[in-house]
């Protein structure tokens, strides 16, 4: 098991892996209590926020496949 961390909020959830150990999953941000998708990198990497699509409040990662996509 590894601690992924968050993007500053209390919890993150990794919900998806590849065989690169690349985990996506969703975190609250610091401060304003919303989730934002992101992408680790290889096996337990840093996060990186995925950001919302314009308009939106929150985004959620669920899956990565073998191109980290």
């Known amino acids: ?3 992924l961390g968050t993007l500053g909020g ?5 919900l998806g892996v590849n065989g690169a150990g690349q985990v996506a999953g969703d975190s609250q941000v610091a ?3 919303a ?7 290889a096996n337990g990497g840093t996060l990186s926020s995925l950001g ?6 929150s985004s959620f990662g669920l899956a990565v ?3 980290g996509q």
């Not at 209390?10 to 990794?14: A, D, K, L, M, R």
């Not at 919302?52 to 409040?57: E, H, I, R």
């Open 1 to 3: 098991m590894i601690d």
């Open 10 to 14: 209390i919890n993150s959830y990794g």
């Open 31 to 33: 401060g304003s209590g």
């Open 35 to 41: 989730t934002r998708a992101f992408l680790s990198g």
């Open 52 to 57: 919302v699509l314009p308009g939106g409040a």
């Open 65 to 67: 496949n073998s191109n």
